[in-house]
């Protein structure tokens, strides 16, 4: 179990970026969270297996590409219990 934090950078906020995120990640077995941020970037917070967390990133960056200009990436501590992803709004 993996979990990965992703900002990304960009045209990415009132373009459908969360929702997309969303929808693309609850078609695969992980879980987390997507919420935009005040400097108008996107922070996404993914948890699963390795392979499933590169399905999503890449599925994010073929749908939402167009809108991306950066992406920074971390790896963090997984969280225990969570179930399911979601928009988050703070």
Same mark, same amino acid.
């Given at each position: 179990? @993996? $979990?990965?934090?992703?900002?990304? @950078?960009?045209?990415? /906020?009132?373009?459908? %970026?969360? !929702?997309?995120? +969303? ?5 695969? *077995? #992980?879980? &987390?969270?997507v919420?935009?941020?005040p400097? &108008?970037?996107?922070?996404?917070? #993914? /948890? &699963?297996?390795?392979?499933?967390? !590169? +399905?999503?990133l890449a599925?994010? $960056?073929?749908?939402?590409?167009? %809108?991306?200009? !950066?992406? /920074?990436?971390?790896?963090?501590? *997984? ?5 399911? %992803? ?5």
């Amino acid at each position: 179990m @993996k $979990r990965r934090a992703v900002i990304y @950078k960009g045209r990415v /906020q009132g373009v459908g %970026f969360r !929702a997309t995120a +969303r929808e693309l990640a609850r078609r695969l *077995p #992980v879980s &987390g969270w997507v919420r935009n941020e005040p400097d &108008g970037s996107v922070r996404l917070e #993914v /948890q &699963g297996d390795e392979l499933d967390i !590169a +399905r999503l990133l890449a599925l994010i $960056r073929r749908e939402r590409g167009m %809108f991306i200009t !950066a992406e /920074q990436t971390g790896e963090l501590d *997984p969280v225990l219990d969570e179930v399911g %992803f979601d928009i988050r709004y703070r």
